[in-house]
């Protein structure tokens, strides 16, 4: 007898609850019904805005960027930068597509910025680059340590290149830590050019660096 009694309660208050559903929808049938269709309006937009205008801006910033990273392997960098008038330049790739043209724009551009000797502006682009690409992003980082470099800002410059030797260890980290130790030297550290130098001679002798770091490290020790 309780349990049809409390059956008969918990049937009631589902009664009670689906009619107070049909209520809200009866009074608001209106309001969901254009909040339906507005949603349908802007998943559709949403849509339409990737298909017919994104995508083929992002194919043709990409094939835009073709023709300027021709001029790149070229080294051609002014062209590479700032285009010749018949096709654009990694300057002109990214002020008109922005993300669109891809993150390696900013890169490409800040590489030729950099060979250019326009120092500012390739720290600008590089700074903006980001890859998951470890050596992308290590030989990034050193084109930043570079710039520095050349600005005299020694200090920036060693933070730079450390970076990218820390980052992974491929077959440029003794670049980064010979372009770390000479930086080290111009900030008087000596201590710390010398524990660079070695650090080239015991984990990559086998590289470009690698051979002609004795006469480094010998400098150093014959100073001291």
Known sequence: ???????????EQVATTVSGVEEFFQKNKNWIEWSIIALVVIIFGIFAYNRWVVTPARQEAQEQMYQAEQSFRNNDFETALNGDGNVLGFKDIIDS???????????????????????????SYLKKYSSKDKIMQGRAWCALGDAYSNMKDYTSAL???????????????????????????????????????????????QTLEGYDIQKYISRIENQQ
Do not use: H
Request: aromatic share 10%.
């Open 97 to 123: 597509y922005g993300s669109r043209a891809g993150k390696s724009a900013n890169l490409y551009a800040g590489l030729c910025n950099l060979q250019l000797g326009n120092n500012e502006e390739a720290v």
């Open 1 to 11: 007898m309780a349990q049809n009694k409390q059956q008969e309660a918990q049937q």
């Open 159 to 205: 933070n730079w290149y450390k970076k990218a030797a820390s980052l992974e260890e491929n077959a440029y980290t003794a670049t980064y830590l010979f372009k770390a130790g000479l930086v080290s030297e111009e900030l008087g550290d000596k201590a710390g050019a010398l524990k660079l130098y070695k650090e080239i001679e015991t984990k990559y002798p």
